[in-house]
């Protein structure tokens, strides 16, 4: 599947194959081959060995998390399907497209598997990963048999064909609808309380991880920073980016947007060309055992003009206001309004005229999940939630600058995993 980070360039680059030019073309080729690289990437070592995967304790520990949170929302089960939370709770890593693959988790006692019967080898051999997983109780259907109906099988010989079954939020319609159906005396709910209660609140470990993400991501912006020159288009940049995170270990893209296109958000898919004074934003990151990070620059390539340095200004205060307000106890929306002051007050409001999207998001094994610093959230923030801060500033016609940087809510504030930019024309400092 395309990206986000991917599909403006996308779109860019078939607009604009005539404007790459035949060198730009060939060095993009050597890059993305590894035959040559500019000396701020070549230097750049993998830290890969830095990254220690989540052990199947953790993952133990999790489950005993959820059923407890699971019993304190009067859930008597969880299903789970391919995505994320399957991942967070298991380890397991599943496609299926429109066949039937879950896991439902019980309050009390063990789980079970529900499996197209072709899968069974594939779904054994990551079960034995698994918490449990030595011998998993394992419920296959043919092709010609209805999945739903060994999931309310599966409910019943557990005892809950009655009670109350959480549905994982991303889990499509058609699913629920058919245990529904096949489970008419099973009330059908929501498992956030559950998959978000345990997901939000991040470990030692967790952290880690995320920290040298951000820490990726911010030492392969910096290269590529140092290797722009006038005459690249966003796909040139894009190949720098991705050969810059082959070399420091991890998968990870950006997505690049270039002088007016800055004015919006997530960039605009007509083709961009870099050119003496142009301002420049990146955005997005890695992924380090599972965990994202997602890093937004905003610089110029020469001389910034007085303008764009005032609205720097003004955004990174509004990142210093936010991180301030971060603290637990704190209100998501309250953070999002610490930051929104400080631009409203700088000239760029109301509201949402310039600063035209929430504060920022919770990160994890998502690159977007909860909780959500946005106006009117009452969710408190606790001790180890880790979050994105990203005010930002948009002018249409003209630029935008964001800074986006991690957040770590500690016992007694927050933290930024990264260093903040210095400037426009010196986002990282003298090499």
Same mark, same amino acid.
């Given at each position: 599947m395309i990206s986000r980070r991917r599909f403006l360039e996308a779109g860019g680059v078939t607009a604009g194959v005539a404007m790459a030019s035949h060198s730009l073309v060939s060095k993009a080729a050597a890059q993305e081959t590894g035959a040559?690289?500019?000396?701020?990437?070549? *230097?750049?070592?993998?830290?890969?060995s830095e990254a220690t995967p989540i052990s199947k304790? /953790? &993952?133990? +520990?999790?489950?005993?998390?959820?059923?407890?949170? !699971?019993?304190?929302?009067?859930?008597?089960a969880m299903l789970l399907?391919?995505?994320?939370?399957? &991942?967070?709770?298991? =380890?397991?890593? #599943? #496609? %299926? =497209?429109?066949?039937?693959f879950a896991l439902v988790m019980p +309050?009390?006692?063990?789980?079970?598997?529900?499996?197209?019967?072709?899968?069974?080898?594939?779904?054994?051999?990551?079960?034995?990963?698994? $918490?449990?997983?030595?011998? $998993?109780?394992i419920r296959v259907w043919q092709e010609d048999e209805s999945p739903y109906q060994r999931v309310a099988q599966g409910l019943k010989d557990r005892g809950i064909s009655t009670g109350k079954l959480g549905i994982e939020e991303t889990v499509r319609f058609v699913f629920a609808d058919g245990i529904r159906k096949a489970a008419p005396q099973t009330t059908i709910a929501s498992a956030t309380p559950v998959t978000a209660g345990c997901r939000m609140i991040k470990s030692a470990h967790e952290v880690a991880l995320m920290r040298l993400a951000a820490q990726v991501t911010l030492a392969a912006y910096e290269a590529v920073f140092r290797s722009l020159h006038p005459g690249m288009a966003q796909r040139d940049v894009s190949n720098l980016i991705d050969a810059a995170y082959r070399q420091l270990g991890f998968p990870g893209e950006a997505s690049v947007m270039v002088d007016e296109a800055t004015a919006y958000p997530h960039g605009l898919a007509a083709p961009q060309v870099i050119r003496?004074?142009? @301002? @420049? !934003?990146?955005?997005?990151?890695?992924?380090? /055992? %599972?965990?994202?990070?997602? @890093?937004?620059?905003?610089?110029?390539? %020469? *001389?910034?003009?007085? *303008?764009?340095?005032?609205?720097?200004?003004?955004?990174? &205060?509004?990142?210093?206001?936010?991180? +301030? +307000?971060?603290?637990? %106890?704190? /209100?998501?929306g309250s953070v999002d309004a610490a930051a929104r002051k400080v631009v409203t007050d700088g000239g760029y409001g109301p509201d949402y005229k310039y600063f035209t999207h929430r504060l920022g998001h919770g990160m994890g094994v998502d690159g977007h999940e909860w909780p959500y610093l946005v106006r009117g959230n009452p969710t408190k923030l606790q001790a180890n939630m880790t979050t994105s801060n990203e005010p930002g500033i948009?002018?249409?016609? /003209?630029?935008?600058v964001r800074i986006e940087d991690d957040m770590h809510v500690t016992e007694n504030g927050a933290e930024l995993f990264t260093p903040k930019p210095l400037s426009l024309e010196d986002p990282f400092g003298k090499a």
């Open positions: 040559s690289l500019p000396p701020s990437l070549a *230097k750049l070592q993998s830290r890969k304790e /953790e &993952r133990q +520990a999790r489950q005993d998390r959820a059923r407890q949170l !699971m019993r304190e929302n009067a859930l008597d399907m391919e995505g994320t939370s399957l &991942r967070y709770f298991t =380890g397991i890593r #599943w #496609w %299926g =497209g429109e066949r039937l +309050a009390i006692g063990e789980g079970f598997y529900v499996c197209p019967t072709f899968e069974e080898g594939r779904a054994r051999e990551q079960m034995a990963n698994t $918490p449990g997983g030595e011998q $998993p109780d003496e004074g142009s @301002i @420049i !934003m990146l955005d997005d990151g890695c992924t380090v /055992e %599972g965990y994202q990070s997602d @890093i937004t620059r905003t610089f110029v390539l %020469g *001389k910034a003009s007085d *303008k764009m340095n005032r609205v720097f200004d003004i955004v990174l &205060r509004a990142q210093s206001a936010a991180l +301030a +307000a971060a603290r637990p %106890g704190a /209100e998501c948009y002018i249409r016609g /003209e630029f935008g």
